[in-house]
């Protein structure tokens, strides 16, 4: 028996989350059974924690969309037992069980092996959140961008994207924009690496002008509506904005001219469904590119039972930074 954390739904409709003792025999069918050590709190999470916004369609349900642990029993030859392994993405902990869990069970097709240079607890301190900002940092580089292009904007910064975000901008030697709507972050983010600190509030109120003066070099942006369409209006010539996230909303109010006259681009950034090799090379990325002492500084350590009020926490926007669940025996 182990203990997860499983979403229910009443008669009603209305779902219910919380830790319950479950068995081997419960867990879905899958290759590879992993003890699972580490979890964390994505955005994505708090959806699934509660009313699912439609990416849940079965309960009971156990979400977690990563996890990283060793692996139990594989009937893959790609891994044994003791194996260190990761997850991200493939629709766990939505269409499939997930993280929030002492065990779980996957194909082994949605592993990678522990990427070298990181430990397990750190592959979940950086998680979704932190491989898609690779991604997207990786997108805007695939299209040009260099340090010294001029300044780096990333939105909802004190976020688990935009935090690392910030980090893997500077030590690339970008110069970072950090957007946020907590002017109590400003320390924080300073610290992750941010030169200068833009309030949400001077991004976040649509304007009718199609285009405004060319500020940001490049975009990380989290948070979409209002706020992305006003990036996209101040991106330099033929510069790019990386879409990772909507946080503020699914609708860009943004007319087609800044694509005609200053040939911008926008990104589309997706982390479930990238091919073993981009992963594989993804997390080499970070393992060489975040410094895990500015990792360590974003940290904030939860146990499973704090779960389910941490996902209505980051569906209000109240985590800076990144959750690390420790679920180990
Ligand atoms: N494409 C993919 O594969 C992928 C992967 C991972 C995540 N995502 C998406 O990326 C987004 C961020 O995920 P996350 O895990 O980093 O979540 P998070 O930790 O909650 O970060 C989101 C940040 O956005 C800002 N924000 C929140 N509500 C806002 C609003 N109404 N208007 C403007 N800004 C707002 C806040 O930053 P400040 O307080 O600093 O303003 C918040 O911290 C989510 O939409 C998530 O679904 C997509």
């Known amino acids: ?150 300044p780096v904007l990333v939105t909802g910064a004190a976020g688990g994207v935009g935090s690392i975000a910030v980090a893997l901008l500077a030590r690339l030697g970008h110069e970072v924009a950090a957007a946020s709507g907590r002017p109590e972050t400003e320390a924080y983010l300073r610290d992750l690496g941010a030169a200068r600190i833009v309030p949400r509030a001077e991004l976040a109120e649509a304007t009718k002008r199609p285009l405004e003066a060319e500020i940001w070099a490049g975009c990380v942006d989290a948070v979409a509506g209002p706020v992305l369409a006003r990036a996209m209006k101040q991106l330099k010539y033929r510069a790019a904005a990386a879409a990772v996230g909507n946080a503020g909303g699914a609708d860009v109010p943004m007319s087609i001219i800044p694509f005609l006259l200053r040939g911008v681009s926008l990104l589309g950034i997706d982390s479930v469904l990238q091919p073993y090799d981009r992963r594989v090379a993804t997390w080499a990325r970070l393992a060489r590119d975040l410094d895990l002492d500015k990792l360590e500084a974003m940290i904030r350590p939860a146990t499973l039972a704090e779960v389910p009020d941490l996902g209505r926490a980051i569906l209000a926007g109240a985590i800076r930074g990144r959750v690390v669940v420790s679920i180990g025996d």
């Open 1 to 150: 028996m182990f203990d997860a954390i499983v979403v229910t739904r009443d008669a009603e409709g209305r779902t219910h989350a919380g830790l319950r003792r479950l068995s081997l025999d419960d867990l879905p069918d899958g290759e590879v059974t992993v003890a699972v050590d580490y979890t964390t709190v994505n955005y994505k999470d708090g959806l699934c924690l509660g009313p699912g916004a439609g990416l849940v369609r079965k309960y009971p349900h156990v979400p977690g969309i990563d996890f990283a642990g060793r692996v139990e029993t594989s009937a893959d030859p790609r891994y044994r037992a003791g194996d260190p392994v990761v997850l991200t993405g493939w629709r766990v902990g939505e269409a499939h069980w997930g993280g929030y869990a002492q065990k779980a069970r996957v194909k082994a097709d949605w592993l990678v092996p522990l990427p070298e240079g990181l430990t397990l607890r750190q592959t979940m301190a950086i998680g979704t959140a932190g491989f898609t900002a690779m991604l997207a940092v990786m997108a805007l580089e695939d299209h040009g961008l260099r340090p010294g292009h001029g």
